[in-house]
């Protein structure tokens, strides 16, 4: 039910509680050498990919000593236990949504990822998360909420991999 | 090619070379199948339409930041590391459009030892049009 708070802002109570929080996320499964060559293949296509990221006589002479992992792969891709229906998604025409109300409509406002180590073959990561801050404004879309959600990547030996903020647009 | 460029031979100003792809439904389904993203609008035109894409499905977001990363770790290099890229994605990627990932050095630093280059980055596509502006750091190696 719409409050008076709810007319003032889109920053709901949920996210009052939740900011700065972090929150374990997902472990992923250990990395093969076959995750890391079939990424490279299709982020390279058609063209060959680099040798560091599938050969492992090439990558032992290199100063990593063995293949890594493009910064950019996901070693959470294909997680069996996530809901995995057919769910239509946003956008599918079966997936139409009443986005006429006030803050029901968002877009992605893009990210700022910084890396850490690389990912290697036999490594499992894990990741956490929280809604780090938000800042809410005018604009030419009218009342507009960016959010701010954090994410971190650390490896087994808990050196950090990948932070990424991503900004979330609701309007 | 373990080190490609080095931070003495570098100056604000170089432009990066330039890394590009044509992209259509083989590039796409080849990027959904490792990173498992089977959405609707990338898969399906009626899909993309509804997502009031006239053209139909588009491609991923992800997939261009994946061409900047391509772009920018044949530039400095395997053994060269890249710390930063930040990006917004800001139009679409039509079916067939070629993705051209630019940028220009805007910075460099020295910072706890480590050489930093700081450049503006964007992937345009045939028309010109920029769909994706963002910032990206490296790391490179000295002489």
């Known amino acids: 039910m719409a409050t008076e708070h709810d007319q003032e802002t889109l920053v709901s109570a949920a996210m009052m509680e ?3 929080v972090w929150r374990p996320g997902k472990v992923s499964p250990p990395i093969t050498d076959s995750d890391i060559r ?6 390279h296509w058609p063209e060959e990919p680099p040798a560091i990221f599938w050969d492992a006589e090439y990558a032992a002479e290199t ?13 959470f891709a294909w997680p069996v236990t996530s809901p995995r229906a057919a769910k239509p998604k946003s956008g599918s025409s079966e997936g139409a949504k009443d986005r006429s109300s006030k803050g029901r409509r968002g877009m992605n406002g893009g990210q700022v990822d910084t890396y850490g180590v690389p990912m290697r073959a036999g490594e499992v990561i894990s990741a ?10 005018e604009t030419r879309l009218g009342q507009t909420l960016f959010t701010y959600t954090e ?12 932070r990424r903020v991503s900004t979330g647009i609701r309007y | 090619m373990s080190h490609n460029v080095y931070f003495e031979d570098i100056s604000v100003g170089d432009e990066l070379p330039e890394w590009s792809r044509k992209t259509d439904f083989m590039s796409w389904n080849r990027y959904a ?3 498992d993203e ?14 009031l894409n006239e053209q139909g499905a588009f491609g991923m977001g992800n997939l ?11 530039w400095i290099g395997d053994e060269a590391q890249i710390r930063e890229i930040g990006c917004q994605f800001r139009a679409i990627n039509q079916k067939n459009d070629v993705l051209t990932v630019v940028g220009t050095v805007t910075e460099k630093v020295v910072e706890d030892g480590e050489s930093l280059v700081r450049l503006d980055v964007d992937v345009v596509n045939q028309a010109g049009d920029k769909t994706c502006p963002g910032h990206a750091i490296v790391a490179v190696a000295t002489r």
């Open chain 1, 18 to 20: 939740r900011k700065g």
């Open chain 2, 64 to 74: 261009r930041y994946a061409y900047i990363v391509n772009a920018l770790q044949d």
């Open chain 2, 38 to 51: 089977f959405v609707y609008i990338h898969m399906d035109d009626e899909a993309g339409r509804a997502a």
């Open chain 1, 151 to 162: 994410t971190e990547w650390r490896n087994q030996d808990d050196e950090l991999v990948k």
């Open chain 1, 38 to 43: 079939r990424w490279a293949i299709a982020v």
């Open chain 2, 33 to 35: 199948a490792v990173n």
């Open chain 1, 128 to 137: 956490r998360n929280r809604l780090r801050d938000w800042d809410e404004r």
């Open chain 1, 63 to 75: 100063r990593w000593g063995t293949i890594i992992a493009p910064p950019d792969f996901n070693p």
